[in-house]
């Protein structure tokens, strides 16, 4: 290990830049080259069919059999053009990634490239291959893949992507898009009843999305010396550097050169998809980058999410570079999450989280604005279950991420126009001078003020014009806590407009229902509203007077999915059934409890056969050198002391290691998954975990550096 690991440095030392070109500085003329979009429709179908396609796509509703071979015709045609040898239904089944089975358009029955309208709409992946939560047992392999035509195919290498949905036999959803499909029709449903109230003509509401992608860039060859980078996604082991990120240089400064190349190139694919990468910077922690989007609306954000992480992957490897999105792969450095920016649009092209200068047009505001803190509010304990991971178990709460305790931040200005809302009914968005502020310095232009600062701490922020869901992980599929966002919104939407309809029908004039019920919920949701510092321990047991939920593990966060309450919600909405609620937890506690069993495999691995012998061959060193000083009447006292230390942390891990693995066998045994979960939990991550990590790091300490066999820390992290 020790000869991989300097191996692996001299590979970094040889690294040459690898270039990307742009193909035009004007990104315009290449963005979305390989997307089957609109614009490719337009040029590709007759003029009638594309219109009955748009307001399907536009509608929500089903496409026709002629119209799908139609469709597919023309897909054929312009992705063989673009050098497709293949078509794949692109999914996203519940394993945390991608899934696809490529055919080739080549039929060699026929001797042409054929494509017919039922490839299009529907394939049949094996179902029981994939996670299912107890929905599908092994020897009942059908499941379906069904075309969603409202995000765009698109062109990956050689090969046609058609996003789809992804079913069971039985009809029950097996992947993360299928809910979220629905909960977006809910909300969309709901939202726009209530917009009504203020505006018949909007007819549609649509969530958007931004999701600013957090990760680490680190060399492939000290990448691959890790075992446990590889393995699982994070260094198990690691003595924290000297310098790290105390210094605060990194973040927003200048961008390492190879990392700037690989930037280039991925923005450049990225671009080709369609996918409107923006922002690109350093984050706070040595070799962590950002890289922000534009808006789009929530699925296909969420794909564009999906496939730019893989995009990412493979151009990193063109690089000799490794991509890592786990929420916390470097103890005592700042993890990586993926800040949902999220808001509703209507079809008129008003943001109604927009404060404007109309009194009505703010009303509209104010009423989605306190009804998303109510909906938090009520659903706080869901919202932390929709972001449960074993990695993100590692991320919340420490210094760069919210805490695991659910509260919304608001800011002073919207904080003072609720206030003036709740005692005096009044509606108060004051514009003008105050949205400036005056530098005194005369060659640098007014900044104009958003409606609130901005708050890190805060898992759930309203940031001037959208919601900031921050507490959502690295590594994450959007479209989990996207889902319960948009249902908890629709429900509590609804119960705004039964309860202004209800006192409509007693004669209560329109606008003073509506102030009167946006009063009451202000005052009932007031316990989540927090606007300090969600780090400090002041906030801990403030969070507690308020009964607000403080979650901290996986195992117990996913029991909010199980509640009556919950169950209902997803139900009521159409968004799951109880039977594939229930699935999609026991699917995640599986996951959480395979994650810890690779870590805890990886860990005693790594202690037994790598860490373990490197200390004791430098021991007997020790003992040589000892026994010489000895021999020669010099004190040894100071090397005998480093002798026992080192064989106290050694008999420390062997003790810990053998212990979890007895542990481990014995827990496994458990049939009941939650039960099984909360084990691995409390009595193999929580007990083993750090006491075997922290007598290691003590052995870095003291064994040489020339035999210590893991890459360390600061040849992964000082990137150049």
């Given amino acids: 290990m020790a000869q991989l690991r300097f191996e692996a440095l001299k590979k970094l030392s040889e690294r040459t830049r690898v270039h990307a ?42 496409i026709d059999e002629v119209t799908a071979d139609a469709v597919a015709s023309a897909a054929k045609s312009w992705a063989i053009a673009k050098g497709a040898t293949h078509f794949t239904h692109w999914f996203q089944p519940m394993t945390g990634g991608t899934a696809e089975k490529h055919d080739s358009f080549f039929d060699a029955l026929a001797g042409i490239e054929r494509f017919k309208g039922s490839e299009l709409v529907q394939q049949e992946p094996d179902a029981s291959s994939f996670p299912s939560g107890g929905i599908r047992s092994t020897f009942e392999a059908r499941g379906y893949t069904a075309w969603d035509p409202t995000s765009p195919m698109f062109v990956y290498g050689r090969t046609l992507c058609i996003p789809t949905v992804f079913v069971s036999y039985t009809g029950e959803t097996l992947d993360t898009k299928a809910p979220l499909l629905k909960a977006l029709k809910a909300v969309d449903i709901a939202a726009t009843k209530v917009c009504q109230l203020f505006d018949k003509d909007i007819q549609h509401v649509v969530a958007s999305l931004g999701a600013e992608q957090e990760y680490f860039i680190v060399d492939k060859a000290l990448f691959d010396a890790r075992p446990d980078l590889v393995m699982a996604g994070r260094s198990v082991f690691g003595h924290a550097p000297a310098r790290g990120q105390q210094m605060e240089d990194h973040y927003f400064g200048s961008i390492p050169s190879r990392v700037y190349d690989f930037m280039k190139d991925f923005e450049i694919e990225a671009w080709k998809l369609g996918i409107p990468v923006r922002t690109r910077h350093n984050e706070v922690a040595p070799s962590q980058f950002e890289v922000a989007p534009l808006f789009e609306e929530v699925n296909v954000a969420n794909d564009h999410n999906q496939l730019m992480m893989d995009v990412m992957g493979r151009v ?61 509010h009520a659903y706080g304990d869901l919202l932390r279950a929709s972001i449960a991971t074993a990695a993100n178990d590692f991320r919340l709460g420490a210094n760069e991420a919210p805490p695991a305790i659910m509260s919304t931040f608001i800011g002073s200005q919207m904080t003072a126009v609720l206030d003036e809302l709740e005692k005096k009914g009044n509606v108060k968005i004051e514009k003008g001078d105050n949205m400036y502020m005056k530098l005194g310095i005369d060659q640098i232009p007014e900044i104009i003020l958003d409606a609130t600062d901005r708050n890190r701490t805060s898992p759930f922020a309203f940031t001037g014009n959208k919601f900031e869901f921050r507490a959502v992980g690295g590594s994450d599929n959007c479209a989990v806590a996207m889902t319960a966002l948009n249902t908890i919104v629709a429900e509590q939407l609804d119960q705004f407009f039964a309860a202004v309809s209800k006192q409509i029908e007693k004669g209560e004039e329109k606008r003073l229902a509506i102030v009167n019920v946006l009063r009451e919920y202000i005052k009932e949701s007031k316990d989540i509203r927090f606007e300090g510092d969600g780090y400090s321990d002041e906030w801990v047991a403030e969070a507690a007077r308020r009964k607000l939920g403080n979650v901290k593990n996986t195992p117990r966060a996913l029991d909010a999915y199980l509640t009556k309450q919950s169950l209902e919600l997803f139900e009521k909405h159409g968004v799951m059934s109880h039977k594939e609620t229930e699935a999609r937890v026991e699917i995640r506690l599986e996951a959480y409890i395979k994650r810890v069993q690779i870590e805890a495999r990886v860990m005693g691995d790594l202690a037994m056969n790598h860490i373990v012998p490197t200390a004791i061959a430098y021991q007997t060193k020790l003992i040589e050198n000892a026994n010489g000083l000895k021999g020669l009447g010099v004190d040894n006292t100071a090397v005998v002391q480093t002798i026992r230390e080192i064989s106290g942390h050694i008999d420390t891990i062997k003790n810990g290691v053998r212990a979890m693995v007895e542990d481990r066998k014995r827990i496994n045994k458990i049939t009941d998954t939650h039960k099984r979960a909360i084990a691995y939990c409390d009595e193999i991550k929580e007990k083993y975990f750090e006491s075997i990590r922290d007598a290691v790091d003590k052995l870095e300490l003291l064994v040489d550096n020339e035999d210590w066999p893991l890459v360390k820390y600061r040849e992964l992290l000082f990137l150049r």
Avoid: C
């Fill in 316 to 376: 990193a490897d063109k690089h000799n570079l490794r991509v890592i999105f786990h929420e916390k792969p470097f103890a005592g450095l700042n993890g990586s999450g993926k800040h949902n920016n999220w808001s509703l649009i209507t079809d008129t092209g008003v943001n109604l989280y927009a404060p404007t200068s109309s009194a009505r047009d703010n009303l509209m505001f104010l009423t989605f604005f306190v009804t998303t803190i109510k909906a938090v």
């Fill in 21 to 62: 070109d742009l193909p035009s500085t004007n990104v315009s003329k290449f963005f979305g080259e390989n997307v089957y979009g609109p614009e490719q429709m337009r040029a590709t179908l007759a003029p009638g069919l594309y219109k009955k396609v748009s307001q399907a796509i536009k509608n929500h509703e089903k």
